[in-house]
């Protein structure tokens, strides 16, 4: 404890005039004040100005306020244990006060009458750094943002007086990021002992928070959770495309302490659980440490659904600055090396800066032989030549390798009968583990500087003994997860950018699909067009245009005639730019999978006049989205982007899908781009236009397009 007072003595104090709320918006302008660990002389203050996390040490170790500074929101309600580890089937707390009656509130002035209890982990010393980077990523190609986010660190040491854990260190730490009210929660535990231990759960975050709602009757699935704290994990899958369907991790349950709710079952859901529900037997050895997963906490202060969306994006950009990294890439359909070099051609010739060899193309990464390490080598070279990045395709899931090595049934015993796929290897396997590392020296010797994993692992658990990676069923969905983050996280330190259609953006992957279904790239252009603005404007609400990818056959994919597909590219040069312009314009790339970029002279120069253009305006167009009107096919649809640090604060893409001309006049918000008194617009890089903006922050904008045609404006 003295090691922790003398710490405490040296904390900046606490000022009154920092509990007051901000009048200014974080989304629109920076925060002055940094994110830092301050001491009020009874507790330890954790705040940016944006959020305010209090503990007090008092036997033990209690958070006692949790706040929302931009609304004065107070998300606590009771106090509990920091977290919770259950040890060879024994649960502990890890911190924790005893003693509140009153459940539905917590006032200040109950907390100096509340116990710490002898068998919870007690609380040894605190500590004060700045963040550590989580990943040490080393961008390669064009990204918004390359700084990764700063703040401070506070974590807390515990130690237990249990016969059996007094060799156990935990240690829960709790990151704040300055300019976000995002906090970062994550513990680790260490075996100091000679005794190997088993985590059956690790429970990172508790909070009993202020419940969203009160019913009478209602169970805790029927009713809303806490709508002022969104969360997530870097523990998610099952390629819905989306983190909440995804996440594996966020437990909302009842807390039959709070007597005093309106629910009479007790079952409002008003106490937060995080942790992992299949990771129930992690052994921990001597000197091993675990860390647990990390739990991303973002206060949210509104309902609209587009700022919620800004302030999920921000984050990303923010803790995980990789995926605004965002290449303009090809997608090639190879048959021999002479298709790859004449593609390669083609990107140097339009600017194009990536080329990814697609599905179906002849490059196996799984090949490591000396011949195949030295034909991509020469090709990888031949693209560096012409400052083109290289990559390649690989299948993990949707395939049998063998029983020995696919994902074992734990109620049947067999390989495949319940994978997510269908069919799936188990990558804790001896093939499995051979895949992780035949890819890695793929891309080591051959220079590849992007990998592509289709179907990577969704969470398949596995009942084998015999797979070296795991040791049975109770720890093979974690050690999978861990192999899998493992080799994305290499790929980032490595430079090597990364498509994978699951959600491992928090674990250093850049890309994933917007969310489209394959067979629709067989119906007609005009209906993709569409159905692909369709697709952009319902993936982008929490993820940024760098985020996700669509998709556009120029040759035949699935199914579907002439009416389908673009080839010959020259014949179809309108809807060609049209399908180019409406993903350009998002700001998201799409796949032209096909074996070339352009066939005449005439396809060429309208692909370079596009990529110019895109790049001239590639800031604005990698930044955040507003979204106008969804496309129906009926009448005009269109993105707004905004961005108040550019010169170019915002840019309108405008969509007419009807076969006639039309002429309208919509509303523009332009709170995000931090105008509030006039917007000068210029249609296409035209003369520029002054417009007042009201008090809604709002302009009124007339405008004509052209008969299946589109127009943009940028705004100063």
Avoid at 33 to 38: F, G, I, L, N, W
Avoid at 78 to 90: H, N, Q, S
Avoid at 179 to 202: A, E, F
Avoid at 321 to 332: A, D, Q, S
Wanted: overall charge neutral; some cysteine; proline content about 4%.
């Amino acid at each position: 404890m003295a090691s922790s007072q003398e710490a405490n003595n040296k904390l900046p104090a606490w000022k009154e005039n920092e509990k007051s709320a901000l009048s200014q918006d974080w989304l629109v302008n920076p925060v002055q004040q940094k994110a830092d660990v301050y001491d009020d002389g009874k507790n330890i203050i954790l705040s940016n100005g944006l959020i305010k996390r209090t503990f007090r040490i008092q036997q033990n170790v209690a958070c006692i306020d949790y706040s929302n500074m931009s609304n004065g929101q107070q998300l606590l309600r009771a106090v509990k244990p920091e977290a919770k580890l259950t040890i060879d089937g024994k649960q502990y707390n890890i911190g924790g006060l005893y003693g509140q009656k009153e459940n539905a509130y917590l006032l200040p002035e109950w907390v100096s009458g509340f116990k710490g209890n002898e068998n919870d982990f007690q609380f040894q010393s605190f500590s004060v750094t700045d963040i550590p980077p989580y990943i040490r990523w080393k961008p390669r190609g064009w990204a918004l943002n390359t700084v990764p986010g700063s703040g401070k660190m506070l974590s807390f040491t515990y130690k237990s007086n249990v016969d059996g854990l007094k060799d156990l260190l935990v240690t829960v730490h709790y990151e704040l990021y300055n300019n976000i009210p995002l906090i970062v929660k994550w513990l680790s535990v260490q075996n100091k002992g000679n005794k190997v231990i088993t985590l059956n759960r690790v429970i990172n975050e508790v909070l009993a928070t202020v419940e969203e709602e009160s019913a009478v009757v209602g169970s805790p699935a029927q009713m809303e959770k806490q709508h002022g704290l969104y969360l997530e994990t870097n523990y998610a899958f099952n390629n819905s495309m989306r983190y909440d369907i995804s996440d594996q991790t966020t437990h909302w349950k009842a807390d039959s302490n709070y007597t005093s709710q309106v629910n009479y079952d007790y079952q409002t859901p008003c106490l937060l659980e995080v942790y992992p529900e299949k990771a129930t037997g992690i052994e921990l050895g001597k000197g091993q440490v675990f860390n647990s997963v990390r739990t991303y906490e973002l206060l949210m202060d509104s309902y609209d659904r587009e700022r919620r969306g800004l302030a999920i994006r921000k984050m990303y950009s923010t803790i995980a600055p990789w995926t605004t990294e965002n290449p303009i890439f090809m997608h090639l359909v190879s048959r021999n090396d002479e298709d790859v070099k004449k593609a390669i051609d083609q990107c140097a010739a339009t600017g194009y800066e990536a080329l990814i060899l697609s599905f179906g193309s002849h490059c196996n990464m799984e090949d490591s032989s000396a011949a195949n390490i030295q034909r991509w080598k020469t090709l990888s070279d031949y693209a560096h030549s012409k400052h083109i990045l290289i990559g390649g395709y690989s299948l993990f899931s949707s395939r049998r390798i063998s029983d020995e090595d696919d994902v074992i049934d734990p109620i049947t015993k067999k390989p495949d009968a319940a994978a997510f796929f269908g069919h799936a290897p188990c990558l804790g396997s001896k093939w499995g583990l051979a895949y992780l590392d035949k890819l890695k020296y793929f891309i080591s010797k051959t220079g590849f500087d992007i990998f592509e994993n289709d179907g990577p692992y969704p969470g398949d658990v596995c009942a084998s003994t015999t797979h070296p990676g795991h040791k049975n069923l109770d720890d093979s969905q974690w050690q999978q997860m861990e192999l899998q983050k493992g080799l994305y996280h290499w790929c980032n330190e490595h430079g090597i950018y990364v498509n994978a259609p699951d959600w491992y953006f928090l674990d250093g992957t850049n890309k994933i699909a917007l969310g489209y279904r394959e067979v629709n790239f067989s119906l007609p252009r005009d209906q993709q067009m569409i159905l692909n603005r369709q697709n952009i404007f319902d993936g982008t609400w929490e993820k940024t245009p760098a985020m996700g990818w669509g998709f556009v056959p120029l040759t035949r994919y699935q199914g579907g005639g002439p009416e389908a597909v673009l080839e010959p590219l020259s014949d179809h040069l309108k809807d060609y730019e049209q399908l180019m312009m409406q993903y350009y314009g998002a700001g998201v790339q799409a796949c032209y999978r096909g074996p070339r970029l352009y066939d005449t002279e005439a396809t060429r120069k309208m692909v370079v006049g596009v990529i110019d253009w895109y790049k001239k305006y590639r800031s604005i167009l990698n930044s955040e989205i507003i979204h106008l009107r969804r496309a129906d096919g009926r009448d005009w649809d269109g993105l707004l982007h905004v961005n108040p640090k550019l010169d170019t604060k915002g840019m309108i893409m405008l969509y007419n899908p009807l076969k006639v001309a039309i002429t309208r006049t919509i509303k523009v918000p332009l709170y995000y781009t931090g105008l509030t008194s006039s917007a000068l617009l210029r249609e296409k890089g035209g003369v520029a236009k002054k417009y007042p903006v009201d008090r809604k922050y709002e302009i009124m904008l007339t405008f004509n397009i052209a008969p299946e045609s589109y127009t943009w404006f940028t705004i100063e």
